[in-house]
């Protein structure tokens, strides 16, 4: 009978310090997936939701989050304007979901579409834009063109489209200075 009480013992101990050693190996390799996940990731797996987006410059920034490329965001404020937004300039995100988007392979498609083809995009479309940089200075008018690191905004009122004569000028911005690109409606913004 000493025996079988012996051997019980032993084998409550061993699937203890076993269960032990799963939670402690679960928890490590929670701690190392959760290592790997990039910003962007983290914020994509909750598309779809209403997030507040906390920027350098711009301040607080709110709306459905609609895509996420591999350095910007893209909102959809309450207005219904689409609002790009750069990662460099995020400080914090709030109303996240429990859900990470899962990593995209480094050759993706996805991977290659930044700022600064998000912004041609904006230029192709001529879309009146609000410029916000990452100091608070706000301009508005229509993208032009984009450079390798820098965008080219010819400025006008934004109220109006963008016509020969409205333009007041044109302004090359540095891309680590955007923070926010809110795209407007002329007239009714």
């Known amino acids: ?82 609002v790009l937004v750069a990662l460099a300039a995020v400080r914090s995100v709030a109303g996240l979901g429990r859900a990470t988007a899962l990593p995209e392979p480094e050759r993706a498609v996805r991977g290659r579409l930044d700022l600064r083809r998000a912004l041609r995009g904006l230029a192709r479309d001529r879309a009146v834009v609000q410029v916000v940089l990452d100091d608070g200075s706000v301009y508005g008018g229509t993208v032009d063109g984009v450079g390798a690191d820098y965008v080219e905004l010819a400025e006008h009122d934004v109220d109006q489209p963008r016509r020969a004569g409205a333009v007041r000028g044109v302004r090359a911005v540095v891309l680590p200075a955007v923070a926010v690109v809110r795209t407007l409606t002329p007239g009714l913004d």
């Open 1 to 82: 009978m000493r025996w079988q009480q012996l051997f019980a013992d032993l084998a409550a101990e061993f699937e203890a310090a076993e269960t032990a050693a799963e939670r402690a190996e679960d928890g490590s390799r929670r701690r190392a997936e959760l290592g790997a996940v990039r910003f962007a990731e983290r914020v994509a797996g909750s598309a779809g939701m209403r997030i507040a987006v906390r920027c350098r410059g711009a301040g607080d920034v709110a709306g459905t989050l609609a895509d996420v490329g591999s350095d910007w965001l893209l909102l959809v404020d309450d207005g219904r304007r689409e």
